[in-house]
């Protein structure tokens, strides 16, 4: 035992013939074959899948790897064209619901096959490159079933015939598209594509090709909108329940296409409903389904924003060229800015604020509110409407959104100085009238209008308000220091005006009534004793006057009129009857004016405090006038005449017009010096363009204008042709040092003409120079001695502020002490504040002064008594 | 433009420049015949009073060379003697003139006369010789443009010959316009310009009016334009 303990056992392999039965494959082949076939009769309970894996395996394993796959191939053939043909055999609706069923089958077949030749499956084919056995099973099923001839076109056709079914309303099995479908894709995407979608595509296009012919012959515009919007989430819809998500996008093209695409401009175009039919009856849902629909295709809302804009173009042009509509500036506005607020809303509503939609908006409103000249002067009005009566009562943040809205339009104007100069007129007659609504709100807009354009462009708007305001505390210290004699006679209000921040009117004078008079000396004392060297001159055209009046059988009323009518109705404190000539004799007020006051005095119902012989509308010379004993009024206070804003004559628009062309001048030409300093050289289109990029904020100048400009500038040789290519190159000729101190010791030592001293004076004050520089450059204008510098230095002394005046005041006072009579005359002409600087004159030789123009200095509006 | 500026400086030996003082050292006595006899020649023009060749003088002069004094060739002459003053020559301008002509006669001088027109009609005289006719044509201190009426006789003057039928139109336009009663001299180099660039005429077609010329030119050429269609 031990020594068989001992003994070592040494295990070997157990050693036996392997029998190698030559009909060992086809008899294993048979066994498996005979599986395949039970697992498609649905027998596969009784089967052995262990065996089988094991038979397969052996198979594979002793190399007949080759048959057995081949054999499956044939097998699985054989069943399937079986399967086929009862697929073809089945009648009718059945057709859909036995291929899926087979379909059914045939995975789970191929489940199993696949598991029992799992081996297979994993060494042999893969080594030997060959389809899987899974998807083997889906290449046969294709290849055999579904492209078998007689299911392929009747596949195809049923399919299509229940999409076409359920778009016409039928409720069809939509599991079973389900299933199909994702069969065809579980094949492969190929197979879904080439075999389903593709066609699927084409018989879309050809069933909305023909709908929407059929709707675009019948609907109007909103309604095909509408049934296309209704098509396009349909498919959405069908591709979400039983296509492939891909289609989505191939679907919805095919709808865009054939139902927007190709009919858009019909759509738009459409007659009595169209998109110009929308935005008139403010269709907002209309209007928000052709944008979202017109998103989808190429150049849609192209085309949308297009008709948009030109029909705001055309509607906007016959608005603003329609004589009617001119007539009245207010409503001409408030229907500008009711316009603007109907597209912002479509904007807004439905077109979802689209950014290129709001900006064709602004590029048409610009266009068309620039077609006529009158817009600037009109949307003055429009704001002086509102601050003088419209804004009453009205809250605080709706003012605000008015004159935003006024901003807006104002942003649209290209001829904004044109607008400075209206709104700087209006503004002066409100607050000299006394009329404005309200103070924040006129400067509330200042700052608006600040905001937009700098402080240039209000600088002088500013001015007025400030003058205002001195004016009050003048008055105050006024009627303080005259205590007693005042009660009696009559009360006296005066705004001192400071010349140049008002507009500048033409001084017309009149004789003022004795009581008058002897107040206004009064204030004259008063006032140039504490502001000395001053000159102060009556604006008896802006004035108004309360007067208490009795008429015939006792009753008295008080009388709003202006300076003019009072001076006219003082008259007849001594007489009854005047005739037209003795009036104007007696008042020397400017014909026209005293013909309209007349006309407001004598010829209105109801205000008639005088009588007219002959009865007549207009004034003649001949007519006589008499005090109107019989005058009755419901209203103890009367007011005659207004001397509200209007609308200017077309002779003095033409005017307004020279004077706006005329101050455009400077401007281009410092535009045009600016830019050639900077760039010394520039060919002439260049120019053009930066001269007009740069005066846009204020004015759109005509290139003709800047080419008179150019031209000018080189015949007074600031700038130069280039001598090689002459009509390309323009060189700036008078070349200016940035450095001022040596400019000014250049200037004085050297021969420049008088014309490039203003044009660097006003250069500098443009550039925004140092105040001693400039008033150093005016300190020089003396020893040229040319008119031509009063423009200059005008210019400077517009941009001064007040501490710089002073100093400036300084040095123009020392100048003309110093004796440069020869220029004295262009300097005080020039002068805005000459308070110090005349009295230096006055103390050189005041007699040589023209009244004339001495007089001009200051304005002094408002006459009350 | 250089090469016109050094021409004009080179070209007439200067009296004080170094080769003339050089020439006289070389043949001094020649030279100062030859200044005799030019200033003899002055002194039969001159107005004694004046000390140079006045209007009448230049009429008489005229007349002595058989040319009409309004002819173009009078006004080359006083271009090559650099006359400052219209219808007047210097005695300075007389001689380094005639000299830079090379001619001290009468005869001599009208013999000149043809070279002189060659002369000018170099490309790079004309120009200068253009421009020399407005500024000769201004007589006033300080005065910077020349009248309409002037300036047509100017044009059928000096550019009548070369663009017969640009000068015509445009005479015709100037004459006619109410926009401009003077010219100046920006626009005078103008038309030569718009005559030598090759726009072409009558047709204009390849005018281009964004361009810098002037605008008197724009008009013109509109007008043209109008007349056309």
Same mark, same amino acid.
């Given at each position: ?8 056992? =040494? ?30 009769n ?29 054999? &499956? ?6 069943h ?17 619901d036995e291929?899926?069923?087979k ?131 349909? #498919?959405i ?15 919805t093209?095919?709808?865009?296409k054939?139902m927007?695409?190709n ?5 738009? =175009?459409?007659?009595n ?49 329609d ?8 409503d001409?506005?408030q ?5 603007k607020? /109907? ?7 439905? +077109?979802?604020?689209? !950014?290129?939609f ?16 009158r ?9 002086d ?11 605080e ?48 807009l ?10 240039q462009?209000?600088? /002088? ?35 001192v005006?400071t ?16 009581e ?75 014909v026209?004016?005293l ?7 004598a ?16 004034i003649?010379d ?7 004993d ?32 005329? %101050? ?6 410092a ?5 050639? /300093? ?33 031209e ?7 700038? #130069? ?22 400019l %000014? ?17 006003r ?8 105040? @001693? ?9 003396? @020893? ?21 005046? #002073? ?28 308070s ?7 103390a050189?030789?005041i ?8 007089k ?10 | ?12 030996p ?21 200044? %005799?006899?030019?200033?003899?020649l002055?002194?039969?023009y ?12 230049? #009429? ?25 003053k ?5 005695q ?16 001599? &001088? !009208? ?16 120009? %200068?010789?253009?421009?020399?006719? +407005?500024?000769?044509? &201004? ?5 910077k ?11 059928? &003057? ?10 015509d ?7 006619? =316009? ?9 626009q ?9 660039? =090759? ?26 334009r109008? /007349?056309?269609?």
């Open positions: 035992m031990s020594a068989q303990k001992k003994k070592a056992f =040494q295990i070997e392999a157990f050693k036996h013939r392997v029998v190698v039965d030559p009909k060992y494959a086809e008899k294993t082949w048979k066994i498996l074959e005979h599986a395949i076939h039970e697992i498609y649905h027998n596969a309970s009784g089967l052995s899948f262990e065996e089988l894996y094991r038979n397969a395996y052996n198979m594979v394993l002793h190399k007949f790897g080759e048959k057995l796959y081949s054999g &499956l191939v044939t097998t699985m053939t054989s399937l064209k079986e399967i086929s043909n009862s697929v073809e055999a089945a009648q009718g609706g059945l057709f859909l291929l899926n069923r379909w059914a089958e045939h995975n789970k077949a191929m489940q199993m096959i696949r598991d029992i030749l799992m081996y297979m499956d994993r060494t042999f084919i893969p080594n030997t490159h060959k389809t899987p056995v899974h998807e083997l099973g889906l290449n046969l099923w294709r290849d055999v079933v579904i492209h078998s001839y007689a299911i392929q076109s009747r596949l195809q056709a049923i399919l299509f015939e229940n999409v076409r079914r359920e778009r016409s309303g039928e409720v069809i099995d939509r599991g079973l598209m389900r299933s199909i479908t994702k069969m065809l894709m579980d094949l492969g995407p190929s197979v879904y594509q080439d075999d389903f979608e593709k066609h699927f595509l084409e018989v879309s296009a050809d069933f909305y090709r023909l709908e929407s012919q059929e709707f675009i012959e019948s609907c109007d515009c909103g309604e095909y909108l509408k049934k296309a919007e209704r098509r396009l989430n349909e #498919e819809e069908r591709v979400s329940h039983y296509m492939d998500a891909r289609s989505e996008v191939r679907i093209n095919v709808v865009e054939e927007i695409e009919h858009m401009h019909r759509l738009v =175009q459409m007659e409903s169209g998109l110009v039919n929308m935005i008139v009856d403010e269709k907002y849902e209309d209007l928000g389904r052709m944008y979202c629909l017109f998103r989808r295709v190429p150049n849609g809302l192209v085309l949308v924003r297009d008709v948009m804009t030109s029909y705001i173009r055309d509607t906007g042009k016959q608005l603003v060229t004589p009617e509509r001119l007539k009245d500036p207010v001409f506005v229907h500008l800015l009711d316009l607020d /109907k597209y912002d809303k479509i904007i807004t509503s439905a +077109f979802s604020n689209d !950014k290129t709001q900006n064709a908006l602004n590029s048409s409103f610009e266009y068309f509110i620039n077609l006529t000249s817009s600037p002067e009109f949307i003055s009005l429009f704001v409407d509102k601050l003088r009566k419209g804004l009453r009562g009205v809250t943040e709706d003012v605000e959104l008015v004159l935003d809205k006024v901003m807006m339009l104002f942003r649209y104007l290209q001829e904004k100085d044109i607008f400075e100069k209206y709104y700087k007129q209006h503004l002066a007659k409100r607050l000299l009238s006394g009329k404005t609504v309200s103070e924040d709100a006129e400067r509330s200042i700052v608006k209008l600040k905001t937009e354009c700098g402080y462009f209000t600088s /002088k708007l500013e001015g007025m308000f400030t003058d205002m305001k001195t004016s009050q505390d003048t008055m105050q210290g006024f009627h303080a220091s005259q205590d007693v004699d005042i009660a009696d006679g009559p009360m006296l209000s005066v705004q005006l010349t140049g921040s008002w507009p500048t009117q033409p001084i017309t004078t009149c004789n003022l009534p004795a008058i008079m002897g107040i206004c000396e009064k204030f004259r004392n008063y006032y140039l004793g504490t502001h000395t060297g001053r000159r102060l001159s009556w604006q008896t055209n802006m004035g108004t006057a309360d007067l208490k009046a009795t008429f015939g059988k006792g009753q008295k009323h008080e009388l709003n009129v202006s300076t003019y009518q009072m001076c006219v109705l003082m008259l007849f404190n001594n007489t009854d009857r005047l005739s037209y000539k003795e009036i104007e004799q007696a008042t020397e007020i400017p026209s004016d013909k309209r006051c007349l006309q407001s005095l010829c209105v119902k109801g205000k008639n405090v005088l009588r007219k012989e002959p009865m007549s509308k207009d003649a001949t007519d006589t006038f008499l005090f109107n019989k005058f009755t009024s419901k209203f103890f206070k009367v007011k005659i005449g207004t001397v509200a804003a209007q609308r200017e004559s077309e002779p003095e628009n033409q005017e307004t017009r020279q004077r706006v062309e005329e %101050d455009r001048k400077p401007q281009i030409e535009a045009i010096v600016r830019i050639m /300093k900077a760039r010394r050289v520039l060919d002439h289109n260049n120019i053009v363009a930066e001269v007009t990029k740069q005066l846009q904020s204020r004015f759109l100048p005509n290139p003709v204008v800047i080419k008179k400009r150019i000018s500038l080189i015949e007074r040789e600031f700038l #130069e042709r280039d001598k090689v290519h002459h009509l390309l190159t323009l060189y700036l000729f008078f070349e200016l040092e940035k450095d001022n101190a040596r %000014d010791f250049q200037l004085l030592n050297s021969e420049v003409s008088s014309r490039q001293l203003l044009y660097h004076t250069e500098l004050c443009y550039a925004n120079a140092s105040i @001693s520089t400039s008033s150093n450059m005016i300190y020089k204008v003396p @020893s040229f001695c040319h008119s031509v510098h009063i423009e200059a230095v005008t210019g400077v002394l517009f941009r001064l502020d007040a501490g710089n005046r #002073e100093e400036y005041c300084e040095v123009v006072r020392n100048s003309i002490a110093v004796g440069f009579v020869g220029c004295r005359r262009s300097l005080v002409t020039a002068m805005p504040f000459p110090s600087i005349m009295q230096s004159l006055e050189v030789k007699g040589t002064l023209p009244e004339s123009w001495l001009r200095r200051f304005k002094v509006g408002s006459l009350e008594s | 433009m250089p090469p016109r500026a050094s021409k004009r400086k080179s070209a007439p200067n009296s004080s420049s170094v080769t003339s003082s050089d020439g006289r050292s070389v043949s001094n006595k020649a030279k100062t015949k030859g200044m %005799d006899k030019i200033d003899r002055f002194n039969t001159a107005n004694s009073s004046l000390g140079m060749i006045d209007p009448e003088g230049i #009429e008489a002069l005229c007349s002595d060379l058989g040319v009409d004094y309004t002819d173009v060739r009078i006004l080359m002459l006083a271009w090559k003697l650099k006359a400052e219209q219808g007047y020559f210097t300075d301008e007389w001689q380094t003139g005639l000299k830079a002509l090379g001619v001290d006669s009468l005869t001599k &001088l !009208k013999k000149a006369l043809p070279e002189l027109e060659k002369e000018v009609e170099e490309p790079s005289n004309y120009e %200068d010789f253009y421009i020399y006719a +407005f500024q000769y044509c &201004l007589t006033e201190e300080k005065q443009s020349v009248d309409i009426e002037s300036i047509c006789e100017l044009l059928n &003057l000096v550019l009548g010959v070369q663009f017969r039928p640009q000068v139109s445009l005479v015709e336009y100037l004459k006619v =316009q109410n926009d401009y009663k003077v010219i100046n001299a920006d005078w180099i103008n038309f030569l310009r718009f005559c030598k660039e =090759q726009i072409s005429f009558p047709d204009l077609e390849n005018y281009d009016a964004t361009q810098a010329w002037p605008l008197i030119l724009d008009n013109f050429v509109e007008w043209m109008e /007349k056309q269609s």
